[in-house]
């Protein structure tokens, strides 16, 4: 050892020499056995000082809880202020749902409910001994320091700052206890607390759960909607009973229930005159020549005709004739016995004798009494004539009144279709303002069904696992920070006796060891060296003190070998 120990001595090197010379493994090793004793001295001490400051860390409890996102009203549905009229649904990605929900599980807005819930005091209160006194030594420190009293500008008092104070560092601490992540592409979140105390963790993690549902249905309500829709729903059915009541008044005052109705039945009243009006002129065209038709056989018969005859009824005349011939023989006879044959008288009286007789005789027989009496057929053809012509007067008569109907009928449908227009518009009014209350009403209950939600703290946000009581320390974990103590000991009393050797060099040029250095560091041309070892080691003088090419004292009153070389 004590032979590893000499050879390994570093002695004093040339100066030009050591700045381009590489440190080897034997420089480190020589350097750790020289200051072995400050390499043990200073680890114990720093392994000492570690072990004390893990033995005083305070121990650190976790509480983890998770939240799941849903697709719930608040990701789905808009807000009824903004959905007056028809919307188009924007397709995005749940992760900003999810990203805006942790977000404000970090904002601080739900720190200070938190603070509010669980209290300042409670939550910066050290609980164990390293916390307590440095909590007391910084008490004792800010005691003593001048201090001015907080100022409130005005605004706030002495007691509201120092509370506003303590707020704002409760809240930061809380801050650097919660954390709140999410794995990509999931629909929940992970919150975790750390603290000096597991209850403590677990009281702070289940306010923060509790109260963002609170805070998160805050957020997504609208303040005073269900008011606005109530008010805007009496405004739409006022303007909506309106609008009917001057419908009906315009109707009844139009004489009409309905448009379309009243339409079909003109309609359905000018087709039935057009149907009347064909079947008329019809009618009217057969009469006429039904009439036609009568003129002609009226015209071809008789106006009388021969009733009856009776035989068996003589003459008057042949009785007449002879009562005249009885009277003239008579006479004649009287005559005779009276007047000569010659007599003219006589003979005017035989002749007038001879005469009657004559037409007495012509006159002997039955005489035929023949009736004469009016044509029944053509008296019937005649009242039929009357019958047929009065059928005309009365076709006509209608043909009249149909026409007159229809044209009525027309009037009426232009009238109609004139007050279509008037009775569109109402009925148009009418329906928009019923639309309008009945989006309103749907509007009002949307908004008190989720004011309603609201009040009962109902949100998308549901605690799937609730704030977890862990009474093992999740940190520190002391096994650990030993062996790191350890391995930091050692490696800085190691690193101080290497820096050490590097500083605080002595003794004679191994000339061994520096050719093996000088082959290690690239083998230089041999030449060189020689020139090099040439110009290093011709002594210069300067005064009283002989320096070589480098700059070193080779010869000094002090003779003193122990010289600070160059820092590699």
């Not at 805007?232 to 309905?258: I, N, P, Q, W, Y």
């Not at 009618?283 to 009226?298: G, H, K, M, P, T």
């Not at 008190?448 to 999740?474: N, Y």
């Not at 000991?489 to 050719?515: H, Y």
Request: hydrophobic share 40%; glycine share 4%; aromatic share 4%.
């Amino acid at each position: 050892m004590s032979g590893l120990i000499d050879r390994c001595v570093v002695v004093r090197r040339n100066q030009a020499y050591d700045q381009f010379a590489p440190l080897g493994l034997r420089d480190l090793i020589a350097a750790c056995f020289r200051y072995w004793p400050s390499i043990l001295a200073l680890t114990f001490l720093i392994f000492a000082m570690s072990i004390v400051v893990i033995l005083l860390l305070p121990a650190k409890f976790d509480s983890q809880g998770q939240l799941l996102v849903r697709l719930g009203r608040g990701s789905v549905a808009l807000d009824p202020t903004t959905s007056l009229t028809p919307t188009v649904s924007l397709q995005e990605s749940r992760a900003s749902q999810v990203n805006s929900v942790r977000e404000m599980l970090r904002s601080r807005a739900l720190a200070e409910r938190v603070v509010h819930e669980i209290g300042a005091q409670r939550i910066m209160e050290p609980h164990s001994r390293l916390s307590r006194w440095i909590h007391s030594v910084m008490e004792s420190v800010a005691a003593s320091l001048p201090k001015s009293p907080p100022s409130g500008d005005g605004e706030m008092t002495e007691q509201q700052v120092a509370a506003q104070l303590e707020m704002e560092q409760a809240c930061k601490t809380l801050e650097s206890m919660l954390d709140v992540y999410s794995a990509p592409d999931v629909y929940t979140v992970n919150l975790g607390v750390r603290s000096e105390s597991p209850f403590l963790s677990r009281d702070v993690l289940n306010a923060v759960m509790q109260q963002y549902q609170a805070y998160h249905v805050e957020a997504h309500q609208s303040d005073g909607s269900v008011e606005f829709f109530d008010q805007e729903s009496e405004h739409a059915f006022a303007l909506a009973a309106d609008a009917k009541k001057r419908l009906a008044e315009t109707k009844t005052e139009m004489g009409v229930v309905e448009i379309e109705a009243a339409k079909s039945s003109l309609v359905g009243l000018i087709s039935q005159v057009d149907r009347d009006l064909l079947s008329t002129e019809s009618e009217i065209a057969s009469v006429r020549s039904e009439l036609e038709q009568l003129d002609q056989e009226i015209a071809v018969l008789p106006a009388e005709i021969e009733s009856e005859t009776i035989s068996g009824i003589p003459k008057a005349t042949g009785d007449s004739m002879r009562q005249t011939l009885y009277g003239l023989e008579v006479e004649y006879k009287e005559l005779t016995s009276k007047l000569k044959s010659n007599h003219p008288k006589l003979r005017a009286l035989k002749e007038q004798l001879d005469s009657a007789t004559e037409i007495a005789a012509s006159e002997v027989g039955e005489r035929p009494q023949t009736r004469v009496a009016l044509n029944p057929i053509r008296q019937q053809l005649e009242l039929t004539k009357r019958t047929t012509t009065s059928r005309l007067s009365g076709l006509q008569s209608k043909k009249k009144t149909l026409l007159e109907s229809k044209q009525q009928l027309k009037q009426q449908l232009a009238t109609l279709n004139e007050d279509e227009a008037a009775l569109a518009k109402l009925s148009w009014e009418a329906s928009l303002a019923e639309a309008d209350y009945m989006r309103a009403a749907e509007n009002r209950d949307r908004a008190r069904r989720v004011a309603e939600l609201d009040r009962e703290k109902v949100s998308e946000i549901s605690i799937i696992q609730p704030a977890t009581l862990s009474l093992k320390k999740a940190s520190p974990s002391r096994g650990v920070l030993v062996v790191l103590a350890a391995m930091m000991s050692m490696g800085l009393a190691v690193g101080q006796a290497v820096l050490r050797g590097l500083f605080d060099v002595s003794g004679e040029v191994d000339s061994n060891n520096a050719v093996r250095r000088g082959d290690s560091s690239g083998r230089r041309d041999v030449a060189i060296e020689e020139h090099l070892d040439d110009s290093i080691h011709e002594p210069m003088r300067d005064g009283t003190e002989v320096h070589d090419r480098t700059g070193d004292i080779v010869n000094t009153e002090s003779k003193d070998d122990q010289v600070v070389g160059l820092p590699r």
